[in-house]
């Protein structure tokens, strides 16, 4: 079946540091591919998005590229703020597969 | 606009109770997700709707655990009997459809049962 496999936390930055959390997916055909957070008391948000191989989603200074052939979509983030402490979530899903497959989540905690 | 809400956002259950979580989704989305996340994991599926229609209940893990939707609007996760390993959050989600566009999730139900 489809699953999601993230890496492990936490993370512990200074801010204005350089971000990336990896995310490799084993998926039946064609998924999309999805980056939720959750800040602290908060609900899950989708911070971004990519519907097909080489498509890039990007929201907030956050990036992630749609990597078929390593089956990877790993976020990035040129300078971190405090602001982005969070758990992350990289999931997939989409097209007949309408519900989503979540990792397992990775704290990320920025230090001023 | 108004999100996705539920209710109620704490319930602390004794072992053996009934409970019941109620989500209101979105007004005009037609999918309706239920998820649960156990403590330091991600969410995990549990059923789906399409309007009233639940075309999806594979992730519900006994047959203690009961989803509706009747007017395909908000829906209802009853948990018979709860045990200690139902404790968790439960996470309601909706979207205009489902594919590829966004589930907008509810601050979820945080369940304890003691």
């Known amino acids: 079946g489809d699953s999601v496999t993230q890496m492990e936390g936490p993370v512990t930055l200074s801010e204005e540091a350089f971000l990336t959390i990896n995310c490799t997916y084993t998926?039946?055909?064609?998924?999309?591919l999805f980056w939720y957070v959750q800040y602290p008391g908060e609900g899950l948000q989708l911070l971004l998005k990519?519907?097909?191989?080489?498509d890039k989603g990007s929201n907030k200074g956050f990036e992630a590229t749609y990597r078929k052939e390593t089956t990877s979509f790993h976020l990035e983030k040129g300078s971190v703020q405090v602001s982005d402490s969070a758990v992350y979530f990289c999931a997939l899903g989409g097209g007949s597969n309408y519900k989503l497959t979540f990792g397992k989540g990775t704290l990320l905690t920025v230090n001023p | 606009g108004a999100g996705v809400s539920q209710s109620p956002r704490y319930k602390v259950a004794k072992r053996g109770q009934d409970v019941a979580l109620r989500c209101d989704p979105i007004?005009?989305?037609?999918?309706l997700f239920w998820y649960q996340q156990a403590l330091g994991q991600g969410p995990e599926f549990l059923t789906y709707?399409?309007?009233?229609?639940?075309?999806?209940k594979s992730g519900l893990p006994s047959d203690r655990f009961f989803a509706e939707r009747p007017e395909g609007s908000v829906s209802t996760l009853k948990i018979q009997r709860t045990q200690q390993e139902d404790s968790a959050v439960y996470l309601c989600a909706s979207s205009t459809s489902g594919g590829t566009y966004e589930q907008y999730f509810g601050p979820g139900t945080r369940l304890t049962v003691t």
């Open positions: 709707f399409q309007n009233e229609a639940q075309l999806d």
């Open positions: 990519a519907t097909k191989a080489d």
């Open positions: 007004s005009g989305h037609v999918s």
């Open positions: 998926a039946t055909g064609y998924p999309s």
